[in-house]
């Protein structure tokens, strides 16, 4: 049993039945009961669950922002339209607007792509 529970662990999401596989082998093997192993098995599981949530919960606030910062540029568009200006003629229509396009495109997509990096390896890391 413990070694089809430890082939189970393999799969995503599975984790758990490797610590349920190591507290059968304690049991079988040494005679120690299974509950109490159980009980800090399942404390464990909660812990690293309540952990994982409260990463998440913390990388809303980076995720948010950086979603925030790329609508900017739009909200800048909109603003400088409805003050009368053309800005959408400028930087479709003249080389310093086209130039001003493409960095901004590429330093918007750089500016995401950290920040997606960022919040990924604190992912990984936790």
């Known amino acids: 049993?413990?070694?089809a529970l430890a082939t189970a662990a393999a799969q995503p999401g599975a984790e758990g039945l490797r610590g349920l596989a190591a507290?059968?082998?304690v049991a079988v093997d040494q005679g120690a009961g299974l509950a109490?192993?159980?009980d800090r098995l399942a404390a464990a599981l909660r812990a690293?669950?309540?952990q994982r949530s409260d990463l998440r919960a913390q990388l809303a606030g980076a995720r948010a922002t950086a979603v925030?910062?790329?609508g900017l540029p739009a909200l800048g568009l909109l603003i400088g339209t409805a003050l009368g200006a053309d800005?959408?003629?400028?930087l479709l229509h003249t080389t310093a607007g086209l130039g001003c396009l493409v960095a901004g495109g590429v330093l918007e997509g750089l500016g995401l792509w950290w920040v997606q990096r960022i919040v990924r390896g604190a992912e990984v890391a936790a």
């Open 1 to 3: 049993m413990p070694d």
């Open 23 to 25: 507290c059968w082998r």
């Open 36 to 38: 109490a192993g159980l």
């Open 48 to 50: 690293e669950r309540d």
């Open 68 to 70: 925030l910062l790329a």
């Open 87 to 90: 800005p959408l003629h400028v």
